[in-house]
């Protein structure tokens, strides 16, 4: 085989692709990412801000159950532990940021800390506070940061209903950088439903 057959044999067997067809699916690729990675951000901000009315609709539901089976309202969250898991971040993420709850391991309040009645969400992102007043149960999440809405929720054993809203927090609780700026006391802006 001399040098002449080789040419030969390289132009007319060309097997792959050339720097053109490389280019362009570079390109497409790219334009694929730039639409989808903005939509997935998205969602991953509206399961976070949502994370509290999870959390409230799960124990409220929880606390119906709990009932039923004992006859009397949780007081805490070992009491309420008893009938569904109670997990909790042990830091809050307006504290020591959003990424926080995801290095430190989860609590487990049943063990941690049982007779608490007020706790941090999983995520950090929402304190959930649970009262008892007139012999009816009240769950709130009250949100760390400023575009979640704050969820209430109210069980009362006497008729068996269950009621649940949400509620924009007040704008002026918020600092510059989006943070709740007033102490987890101050929760008047989510405000105990009626039931």
């Given at each position: 085989m001399n040098a002449k057959s080789v040419k030969k044999y390289l132009?007319?067997?060309?097997?792959g692709f050339t720097l053109i067809e490389l280019i362009i699916v570079l390109i497409?690729?790219?334009?694929?990412?730039?639409?989808s990675i903005p939509s997935f951000l998205d969602l991953?901000?509206?399961?976070?801000s949502i994370e509290g009315s999870i959390q409230v609709n799960n124990f409220i539901k929880a606390a119906q159950a709990c009932y039923l089976e004992t006859g009397s309202l949780?007081?805490?969250a070992g009491e309420l532990s008893n009938c569904t898991p109670v997990p909790a971040c042990q830091w809050a993420?307006?504290?020591k940021g959003k990424e926080i709850c995801k290095t430190w391991p989860q609590l487990?309040?049943?063990?941690?800390n049982p007779s608490t009645s007020q706790w941090n969400s999983p995520l950090g992102l929402f304190n959930i506070w649970m009262t008892k007043s007139n012999n009816r149960l009240h769950i709130r999440s009250i949100p760390y940061f400023e575009g979640s809405a704050g969820t209430s929720a109210c069980f009362n054993p006497e008729n068996g209903n269950t009621y649940i809203g949400t509620f924009e927090p007040r704008a002026s609780y918020y600092k510059?950088?989006?943070k709740r700026s007033v102490g987890i006391n101050t929760n008047d802006d989510i405000p105990e439903i009626r039931c």
């Open positions: 132009i007319n067997n060309q097997n497409i690729i790219g334009i694929l990412s730039a639409i991953i901000f509206k399961a976070s949780p007081r805490n993420a307006h504290l487990d309040l049943a063990v941690a510059a950088d989006k």
